[in-house]
């Protein structure tokens, strides 16, 4: 087991666990004491299940017989004494294999088979499809077993050239990239479309995820892949051998499906081992590796400190032997500690600073409530001490004012119920410009305007005309937000004025974040458009695909957008019925009080005594409120090596919790 990774996935696994528990014991805390309402209740179960979803994905790209799988083999099954996964000259892998674990499923190799390509479905349906895929056990225990089962990673089959046109592995326009034909006129391609191994590796088991991708003509052959998996990535490790350097075909890899700075590259400079040379000195040998370094650093336009040359044959070997010293000499480990110290820290920044935000919201919210209750009790509190040494008179005098009071809120009622219609009538405009019809339309319109032109030559253009008014739908969105929130601010501030409310407003949700990934979207999907692609596009599989998995894409940006607007909206009006609430659970108290004081006047001490007694534990709720949100944001703060490794336990989300 890699000791590096492991401790820091460890570490990380730790900080999710104690930041989930501490989350989970505020959030009962607030459901205990009526401090959550469904806006609050919303954002806490959103942070949960971030805090949940622990995979971290890496993926591994690169030209046939760059040794990925010898690099797998090196990281994941050296503890089985020999290589699994095929890395042996003439025995590649043919598709894409995910290596994971799935707590509660057994250890199994799935494959889909490649005629799937020929159907309309994309690769995430078919996930859900147990029945498109063929399964065959694993067992751990036995590695022979075992490397004999994932040899099937690299199956071919014999098709016609047509069928491997349409297939996506041939082209009449770009013949350099079609397979060699055999003497019957037939071509292999591969016999699998995606291959996922559930396997109990220690790694795996702590929620690493890894994607071994096959090479460039797969690569650009599944749409999914390149447009989905891959940018979905949390890093990349691009291989290289030591031998060729980038070569053209490397280049194309990197150049139209690694080039954008979005990514986080890791770039692998392998088989370190065939520069060895008798005749040389080992300072020339390493002279030779570091020019060839500077040499990749330079054409890919990265540091060179992202070129990490190792043999992952040696490595595989020393670790199969026990051997530290010839492990450390093969390179591997700098590429580990890495991969642990520089991109582990990095996911826990961004939960960090989720889990902040939705904190500091849910406290504002919580705050408020408890400020409401708090000016309630003061209010009584000198009605009451107002009565000291008054008459019966004047108690009966003070209940029919209170009635009258009451009298008075319920008629506010009205107009916070046709505050409530107009505010819902602009929520609809507004969630309406991120509705599926419409982001439908417009891929619709899309397509519509790409199929004119001979070949998709005018594709690119349609494409960034659809991106050019999906922003608009989004700016249109933040505008009708703005609306709503100067609509609510102009009624809240009257209502607060002559009813007593509280009622606050956050600003409207600005969206940017959607229309920076809408913008990610067009620069990642674009490449694919140009007219180098034009022969891909051509292939009506591929452009189905293509226009599926955009529209997928699309479709997360535009449900999240329309999320956090109707999560805002909701947080908005939800203090109305609490407030509502607590005024007509206040009037409550204060008649029956009254009432109490009139029948019997030696209550009235007891009363004030009751009420004294109520504000210092409504200040003792918002101590505690204070300290355990200020726990929470130091545990999210804290490095992950200084949280402690708890017992996993699972929880139910709060939702269905209370």
């Known amino acids: 087991m890699n000791n590096t990774l492991a401790h820091h996935l460890d570490a990380l696994s730790a900080w999710r666990r104690t930041l989930d528990r501490r989350v989970r014991a505020m959030a009962h805390f607030m459901a205990e004491h009526e401090l959550r309402d469904a806006a609050a209740g919303a954002s806490l179960d959103a942070l949960l299940r971030k805090l949940a979803a622990d995979k971290l994905v890496l993926a591994c790209v690169a030209e046939v017989s760059r040794g990925k799988s010898e690099l797998l083999n090196a990281i994941f099954f050296a503890d089985t004494g020999r290589r699994v996964l095929p890395a042996t000259p003439g025995r590649t892998t043919m598709c894409p294999v995910e290596l994971q674990f799935h707590a509660g499923q057994p250890a199994e190799l799935a494959l889909l088979p490649i005629d799937t390509r020929l159907g309309e479905q994309s690769l995430a349906e078919l996930r859900t499809q147990p029945e498109a895929w063929q399964r065959l056990g694993l067992d751990p225990h036995n590695p022979d077993g075992l490397a004999e089962a994932l040899h099937l990673v690299t199956q071919t089959r014999r098709v016609s050239t047509v069928t491997a046109a349409a297939l996506g592995f041939w082209s009449d326009t770009h013949s350099q990239d079609?397979?060699?034909?055999?003497?019957?006129?037939?071509?292999?391609?591969?016999?699998?479309?995606?291959?996922?191994?559930?396997?109990?590796?220690?790694?795996?088991?702590?929620?690493?995820?890894?994607?071994?991708?096959?090479?460039?003509?797969?690569?650009?052959?599944?749409?999914?892949?390149?447009?989905?998996?891959?940018?979905?990535?949390?890093?990349?490790?691009?291989?290289?051998?030591?031998?060729?350097?980038?070569?053209?075909?490397?280049?194309?890899?990197?150049?139209?499906?690694?080039?954008?700075?979005?990514?986080?590259?890791?770039?692998?400079?392998?088989?370190?081992?065939?520069?060895?040379?008798?005749?040389?000195?080992?300072?020339?040998?390493?002279?030779?590796?570091?020019?060839?370094?500077?040499?990749?650093?330079?054409?890919?336009?990265?540091?060179?400190?992202?070129?990490?040359?190792?043999?992952?044959?040696?490595?595989?070997?020393?670790?199969?032997?026990?051997?530290?010293?010839?492990?450390?000499?093969?390179?591997?480990?700098?590429?580990?500690?890495?991969?642990?110290?520089?991109?582990?820290?990095?996911?826990?920044?961004?939960?960090?600073?989720?889990?902040?935000?939705?904190?500091?919201?849910?406290?504002?919210?919580?705050?408020?409530?408890?400020?409401?209750?708090?000016?309630?009790?003061?209010?009584?509190?000198?009605?009451?001490?107002?009565?000291?040494?008054?008459?019966?008179?004047?108690?009966?005098?003070?209940?029919?004012?209170?009635?009258?009071?009451?009298?008075?809120?319920?008629?506010?009622?009205?107009?916070?119920?046709?505050?409530?219609?107009?505010?819902?009538?602009?929520?609809?405009?507004?969630?309406?410009?991120?509705?599926?019809?419409?982001?439908?339309?417009?891929?619709?319109?899309?397509?519509?305007?790409?199929?004119?032109?001979?070949?998709?030559?005018?594709?690119?253009?349609a494409f960034a005309a659809t991106c050019e008014r999906l922003r608009a739908a989004l700016a249109s969105a933040r505008s009708q937000s703005e609306e709503i929130q100067q609509m609510l601010g102009a009624s809240y501030q009257q209502l607060n004025a002559e009813f007593g409310f509280a009622f606050t407003l956050a600003s409207a949700p600005q969206l940017v974040r959607f229309v920076e990934e809408l913008d990610l979207i067009e620069r990642s999907y674009g490449r694919y458009l140009g007219p180098m692609q034009a022969w891909r596009l051509s292939s009506p599989s591929f452009m189905e695909q293509f226009q599926r998995m955009l529209l997928s894409k699309l479709r997360v940006v535009f449900e999240n957008a329309a999320g956090e607007v109707e999560l805002w909206s909701k947080a908005a009006s939800a203090q109305i019925e609490q407030q509502l609430r607590e005024r007509r659970r206040a009037f409550a108290h204060r008649h029956e009080a009254l009432q109490r004081i009139q029948a019997a006047s030696g209550e009235l001490e007891q009363r004030i005594a009751e009420v004294e007694q109520q504000d210092k534990r409504l200040a003792g709720l918002q101590w505690r409120l204070d300290s355990m949100v200020d726990q929470v944001l130091a545990a999210a703060q804290a490095a992950p090596d200084a949280a402690p490794i708890e017992p996993e336990r699972s929880a139910p989300l709060l939702s269905s919790a209370h």
């Open 178 to 461: 079609n397979p060699p034909r055999l003497d019957d006129g037939s071509v292999e391609v591969p016999a699998w479309r995606h291959a996922l191994i559930n396997y109990p590796h220690p790694l795996l088991q702590r929620g690493l995820v890894v994607i071994d991708t096959p090479g460039l003509n797969a690569v650009g052959a599944e749409p999914e892949l390149t447009l989905g998996l891959l940018p979905a990535a949390h890093a990349i490790v691009f291989l290289l051998a030591a031998d060729t350097g980038v070569s053209r075909s490397d280049l194309a890899i990197w150049t139209e499906h690694l080039g954008d700075d979005t990514l986080e590259r890791f770039v692998v400079l392998n088989k370190t081992d065939i520069l060895a040379d008798p005749l040389s000195t080992p300072a020339a040998v390493a002279a030779q590796l570091d020019g060839q370094r500077r040499k990749i650093a330079q054409t890919l336009e990265v540091p060179a400190s992202r070129i990490y040359p190792l043999s992952a044959r040696d490595a595989l070997a020393a670790r199969v032997n026990g051997d530290a010293a010839a492990l450390e000499r093969s390179g591997l480990p700098a590429l580990e500690v890495a991969l642990a110290g520089e991109l582990l820290p990095r996911q826990r920044e961004l939960l960090a600073r989720a889990a902040a935000g939705t904190l500091q919201t849910v406290r504002q919210a919580a705050t408020r409530r408890l400020g409401e209750r708090r000016r309630h009790n003061a209010e009584q509190m000198l009605e009451l001490r107002g009565l000291r040494g008054k008459s019966h008179a004047k108690v009966q005098a003070m209940l029919l004012r209170l009635d009258a009071e009451m009298g008075d809120f319920e008629r506010c009622t009205s107009r916070l119920s046709a505050l409530r219609v107009v505010h819902l009538r602009q929520l609809q405009k507004a969630l309406g410009a991120l509705s599926a019809d419409t982001l439908r339309e417009e891929v619709a319109t899309m397509r519509a305007a790409m199929a004119a032109t001979p070949l998709h030559l005018g594709a690119r253009k």
